[in-house]
């Protein structure tokens, strides 16, 4: 059983977007995708079999002021509109619909990663999850802290994938997978540094007492699971597809020809798959 799972990063993901259509091109299947943050929408895109459709939201939509601005922090307290996002765009009345039926009839599974903001623990989400027109398990997985409230659903409110499971490998091998292909959208080198995450921590209100914890613990769980993917990686159990650079590209970072160039960095770098895949 092969797993692929896509760590997000917001724009620089843009990445992933060019692996996983790349790996469309391929007629590459997976047993199971584990999008986190906005890896769940190029997974969704990927299991609905609809190539190019996730540029088009990193490179073309994402700039209109409607997706992400201030003014939308302004005026409801997020700085993106999931609503517009994977509703308003996303729906089947939408610019460019997703193809549910597709996604729902494609045996591939899919498990996406969100962060209970009360307890900061991961939560994670299948089809069963979503429903036509109805596509809250990205809205909830995609929720950056500070800049965005977090998103309500059952009672509860969940932010990013990332704070709590931000390479989930351990997800996928829970769930049978004997490899993985995990998509980082930061070098293979890369190690995070705290010091943001804390100053981010002391800006959530208290009462989401979880998610400053995860905030101030998400450098070492992070660096921890990378040691621990790269070391899967010399067992041949894992492949770790990562840019070389990243042109100092941040998680919201617009800059048409960078994403153009990530994009198709991430396409490239997939034809490394087909031969682990084989072994």
């Not at 969940?158 to 091998?173: E, M, Q, T």
């Not at 770790?240 to 970072?253: V, Y």
Request: glycine content about 10%.
């Amino acid at each position: 059983m092969i797993g692929i799972i896509d760590v997000g990063g917001g724009m620089r993901d843009i990445y992933g977007a060019g692996v996983f259509d790349r790996c469309l091109e391929y007629g590459i299947n997976f047993d199971l995708v584990i999008g986190v943050s906005a890896g769940s929408a190029n997974g969704t895109a990927f299991i609905a079999g609809q190539e190019g459709r996730n540029y088009q939201f990193y490179n073309g939509y994402a700039f209109r002021r409607e997706y992400m601005s201030v003014h939308n922090f302004l005026h409801s307290g997020s700085y993106l509109d999931f609503d517009y996002i994977y509703g308003t765009l996303t729906n089947e009345d939408g610019e460019y619909p997703l193809d549910y039926d597709a996604f729902m009839n494609n045996p591939t599974d899919i498990e996406v990663v969100a962060t209970d903001a009360y307890t900061g623990k991961p939560v994670y989400l299948q089809k069963k999850d979503t429903e036509r027109n109805n596509y809250v398990f990205m809205k909830m997985s995609c929720c950056v802290p500070v800049i965005d409230k977090p998103y309500p659903y059952k009672g509860s409110k969940y932010y990013d994938g990332g704070l709590s499971d931000p390479i989930p490998f351990h997800r996928a091998f829970e769930k049978g997978c004997d490899k993985v292909i995990i998509i980082l959208t930061r070098p293979k080198d890369y190690l995070r540094i705290s010091d943001k995450d804390r100053r981010m921590a002391g800006m959530i209100p208290r009462k989401y007492k979880g998610t400053r914890r995860a905030l101030i613990n998400r450098a070492v769980l992070y660096n921890n699971q990378l040691v621990q993917a790269r070391e899967l990686e010399k067992q041949g159990k894992a492949l770790i597809i990562a840019p070389d650079d990243i042109s100092g590209m941040k998680t919201l970072t617009l800059d048409h020809e960078i994403l153009d160039t990530l994009y198709h960095k991430g396409w490239n770098d997939a034809e490394a798959i087909p031969a682990f895949l084989q072994k």
